[in-house]
């Protein structure tokens, strides 16, 4: 049974499917006017988790997510450059896939907006039919929040509270209530960047449209689970929520929604309008991906993590001790008779599938890897594993990493002397003999190699 914290409600509930196991999926995607930032993969790794392992229980997951390739950020951007709006957007988009591919995320379908037009107009007409928008001249269809008493259910807001730093509301003196958002924005013929309508005006979608007529005509207008990032729970989602429960009457728009923390640099949100951000595709060229995954999972997807170089360090030295525990363990052909050990590595996979069960929970499950290594690496040292056991702990391991993606399969090995010399420098340091620890990293830095101390353990570089 898997629980997961539900934003809407704020309760844990189980997370339950119909009766042929299938699950509808919808994360919201990236506006692709630049690269995605670190804080973003964070969303669309966890959310590639959470794809694996509900297909990994025999769940039918069908995961999409939208693309917005039509914006005033992508039509600002495009201008400054001199481009058409079009080859940025398809330029990103692809940087987009390149980057999420370099991560290890292949669950999601993506879907652009702009392929989904009619879509918009036919929600905004039925949106209109039931007299939930208003035209305000010259600008655009706007949704009336008055029509729509139970705005704010998602966040615990309300429309007097729309007005705040964190919140993307559409800008007009002429709405009739200061949260009211576009759902369809009105141009001159002669741009570029909309489309013609008889009824509704030659125009482009607000923001917030874009998803729901994506999902209505993928899933219909109700489906399981909802995911993103907590910046979108208002208003985006809120909108959400209102316009598709308006043009349905059909109550849940979703079951279930999750929503994943923020990274934070230096005590705040990582943004690109703070311009307090690394790309993911910056980092991509300086990590694994196993090394950028594990990081991203090594907090509960709520909480929000920090984001520093010490931390990647620290990540790059957890997925080296997974690694060469997984080379011992290659070496190991099973010689004990213990068969006590079978029931330790049984306890520990039990941990590791409770904690994903429990919320999602990557963290513990992680912490449950780094038990059994703890555990049982003397035994494989040693050579004392039952054959059976070797062999559970094997597949245990690659049903680990093919939900989490965060052990490698290769990595660049120090020499035998430099591994000799980095075993016996934490022999010293663990008998408090400092001084002459010292004297072992400094041969080791002699023989081109960096030594950092982590949580994880030693951290071993080629020196630049």
């Given at each position: 049974?898997?629980?997961?914290?539900?934003?809407?409600?704020?309760?844990?509930?189980?997370?339950?499917?119909?009766?042929?196991?299938?699950?509808?999926?919808?994360?919201?995607?990236?506006?692709?006017?630049?690269?995605?930032?670190?804080?973003?993969a964070?969303?669309f790794?966890?959310?590639?988790v959470?794809?694996?392992?509900?297909?990994?229980?025999?769940?039918?997951?069908?995961?999409?997510q939208?693309?917005?390739?039509?914006?005033?950020?992508i039509?600002?951007?495009?201008?400054?450059e001199?481009?058409?709006?079009?080859e940025i957007?398809?330029?990103y988009?692809?940087?987009?896939k390149?980057?999420?591919?370099?991560?290890?995320?292949?669950?999601?379908?993506?879907l652009?907006?702009t392929?989904?037009?009619?879509?918009v107009?036919?929600?905004?007409?039925?949106?209109?039919?039931?007299?939930?928008?208003y035209?305000?001249e010259?600008?655009?269809?706007?949704?009336?929040?008055?029509?729509?008493?139970?705005y704010?259910k998602?966040?615990?807001r309300?429309?007097?509270?729309s007005?705040?730093?964190?919140?993307?509301?559409d800008?007009?003196?002429?709405?009739r209530?200061?949260?009211?958002?576009?759902?369809?924005?009105?141009?001159?013929?002669?741009?570029?960047?909309?489309?013609?309508?008889?009824?509704?005006g030659?125009?482009r979608?607000g923001?917030?449209?874009e998803?729901?007529?994506?999902?209505?005509?993928?899933?219909?207008p109700?489906?399981d689970?909802?995911?993103?990032g907590?910046?979108?729970?208002?208003?985006?989602?809120?909108?959400?929520?209102?316009?598709?429960?308006?043009a349905?009457?059909?109550?849940?728009?979703?079951k279930?929604?999750?929503?994943?923390?923020?990274?934070?640099?230096k005590?705040?949100k990582?943004?690109?309008?703070l311009?307090?951000?690394q790309?993911?595709?910056?980092l991509?060229?300086?990590?694994?991906?196993?090394?950028?995954r594990?990081?991203?999972l090594?907090?509960h997807y709520?909480?929000?993590?920090?984001?520093?170089?010490?931390?990647?360090?620290?990540?790059?030295?957890?997925?080296?001790?997974i690694y060469?525990?997984?080379q011992?363990?290659?070496?190991a052909?099973?010689?004990?008779?213990?068969?006590?050990?079978?029931?330790?590595i049984?306890?520990?996979?039990?941990?590791?599938f409770?904690?994903?069960?429990d919320?999602?929970n990557?963290?513990q499950?992680?912490?449950?890897?780094?038990?059994?290594?703890?555990?049982?690496?003397?035994?494989v040292?040693?050579?004392?594993?039952?054959?059976?056991g070797?062999k559970?702990?094997?597949?245990?391991?690659?049903?680990?990493?093919?939900?989490?993606?965060?052990?490698?399969?290769?990595?660049?090995?120090?020499?035998?002397?430099v591994k000799?010399?980095?075993?016996?420098?934490?022999k010293?340091r663990?008998a408090?003999?400092f001084?002459?620890?010292?004297?072992k990293?400094?041969?080791?830095?002699?023989?081109?190699?960096?030594?950092?101390d982590?949580v994880y353990g030693?951290?071993?570089?080629?020196?630049?």
């Amino acid at each position: 049974m898997i629980k997961i914290l539900d934003t809407l409600s704020g309760q844990k509930k189980e997370l339950v499917l119909d009766k042929n196991n299938r699950l509808n999926m919808f994360v919201c995607g990236p506006t692709v006017y630049d690269y995605i930032h670190i804080g973003n993969a964070r969303t669309f790794v966890f959310f590639d988790v959470v794809a694996k392992y509900l297909k990994h229980k025999g769940w039918k997951v069908d995961y999409i997510q939208n693309i917005t390739d039509i914006d005033d950020k992508i039509i600002n951007k495009s201008r400054s450059e001199n481009k058409k709006w079009k080859e940025i957007a398809d330029s990103y988009f692809e940087e987009f896939k390149k980057d999420a591919m370099a991560l290890g995320i292949d669950s999601p379908r993506y879907l652009r907006a702009t392929n989904y037009i009619d879509e918009v107009k036919n929600q905004v007409k039925k949106l209109k039919k039931k007299g939930h928008v208003y035209l305000v001249e010259n600008d655009g269809w706007y949704f009336d929040l008055k029509t729509f008493p139970e705005y704010g259910k998602l966040s615990k807001r309300t429309v007097e509270m729309s007005d705040d730093a964190i919140s993307r509301i559409d800008e007009s003196a002429k709405k009739r209530n200061m949260g009211d958002f576009v759902v369809w924005k009105l141009s001159d013929p002669s741009e570029t960047e909309y489309w013609h309508d008889k009824e509704l005006g030659h125009g482009r979608p607000g923001w917030h449209i874009e998803d729901t007529a994506i999902t209505e005509k993928e899933f219909g207008p109700q489906y399981d689970l909802h995911g993103g990032g907590q910046d979108l729970i208002f208003p985006h989602h809120e909108a959400e929520i209102t316009q598709q429960e308006s043009a349905s009457g059909k109550k849940p728009f979703v079951k279930y929604w999750m929503h994943v923390g923020f990274l934070i640099n230096k005590d705040q949100k990582m943004s690109k309008s703070l311009g307090n951000f690394q790309t993911a595709n910056e980092l991509i060229k300086k990590h694994s991906k196993e090394v950028l995954r594990f990081f991203l999972l090594s907090g509960h997807y709520r909480t929000p993590i920090d984001f520093n170089d010490k931390v990647l360090k620290q990540s790059e030295a957890g997925i080296n001790r997974i690694y060469e525990f997984i080379q011992k363990l290659n070496l190991a052909v099973g010689k004990g008779k213990d068969e006590a050990e079978d029931l330790l590595i049984a306890e520990i996979q039990k941990k590791f599938f409770e904690a994903l069960d429990d919320d999602f929970n990557t963290s513990q499950a992680i912490a449950s890897i780094f038990e059994l290594i703890r555990r049982i690496n003397a035994r494989v040292t040693n050579n004392s594993l039952t054959r059976t056991g070797v062999k559970d702990i094997k597949k245990f391991l690659k049903k680990a990493d093919e939900i989490l993606g965060i052990i490698p399969s290769k990595r660049d090995e120090p020499s035998i002397e430099v591994k000799a010399l980095i075993k016996d420098r934490e022999k010293l340091r663990e008998a408090g003999n400092f001084i002459d620890a010292d004297k072992k990293r400094a041969q080791i830095e002699e023989m081109g190699y960096k030594i950092e101390d982590t949580v994880y353990g030693p951290l071993i570089t080629r020196r630049t």
